[in-house]
């Protein structure tokens, strides 16, 4: 099955740097990469996604993208903000979502703290 | 509002007892997951169903049991086999088959053991 490693564990950056998280995934046939954001007490929401037809994506302060080739993809996050801080957690899948292997695999997160 | 509710927030188990947590979608989506999330950890996939009255365990099935009755609706069940219950159970749902599988999360319900 597919396995996602997301690394670093912790990453704390002063307000107004630049944060960059990294997952590898195993599964060529992965298609589908969503990044989301969960703070203390509440669930996971996405707040960016990729599909394997592009390379990058942008979105406000934050950008994904995607290597295929070396099966890795990153989030970055610009000019970080104290509202930032919280767990990010990655994952792959594949579609057609209609068998056991097709299912999201997570990351194991990563916890960013943004010092004021 | 269309969302993914859990209850209760905080449940409390006491020994040898089965405790029931409640999620319901108005997404209309056709999967539903519950994960289990200890401390510091990541996302521990238990249990998922792609569509009413069917259901395949996910990486750590033993000690729960779930049931998908409506499609609105996937209780988790944890029992008196679970020896370590304690932690952080979240709902999840998505469009399903065919679709690029955003997963929406619920708010989540903290299990302890007394």
């Known amino acids: 099955g597919e396995n996602v490693e997301q690394h670093p564990s912790t990453l704390s950056v002063q307000e107004g740097d630049s944060a960059v998280i990294k997952c590898t995934y195993s599964?060529?046939?992965?298609?589908?990469f969503p990044w989301y954001k969960q703070e203390l007490g509440k669930g996971p929401q996405l707040i960016i996604d990729?599909?394997?037809?592009?390379g990058e994506k942008k979105d406000q302060r934050i950008a994904v993208t995607l290597n295929k080739t070396a099966k890795h993809f990153s989030l970055h996050i610009t000019e970080t903000q104290p509202e930032d801080s919280a767990v990010y957690f990655c994952?792959?899948?594949?579609?057609?979502?209609?068998?056991?292997?097709?299912?999201?695999?997570f990351g194991d997160g990563t916890t960013l703290t943004v010092k004021p | 509002d269309g969302g993914i509710t859990q209850s209760p927030k905080y449940l409390f188990r006491k020994e040898g007892q089965n405790v029931t947590l409640s999620c319901e979608q108005n997404l209309n989506h056709d999967a539903m997951y519950w994960y289990r999330q200890d401390p510091g950890q990541g996302l521990r996939l238990i249990y998922y169903?792609?569509?009413?009255?069917?259901?395949q365990k996910g990486d750590i099935a033993e000690g729960y049991s779930v049931s998908r009755e409506k499609k609105e609706s996937f209780p988790l069940t944890v029992t008196s086999a679970q020896k370590n219950p304690t932690a952080f159970y979240l709902c999840?749902?998505?469009?399903?088959?065919?679709?690029?599988?955003?997963?929406?999360f619920g708010p989540g319900t903290r299990l302890l053991v007394l």
């Open positions: 999840a749902s998505s469009r399903g088959q065919g679709s690029y599988e955003t997963q929406y």
């Open positions: 990729i599909r394997s037809n592009v």
């Open positions: 599964d060529s046939a992965s298609n589908y």
């Open positions: 169903s792609q569509i009413v009255n069917d259901f």
């Open positions: 994952a792959a899948s594949r579609t057609p979502f209609n068998t056991n292997a097709g299912k999201s695999t």
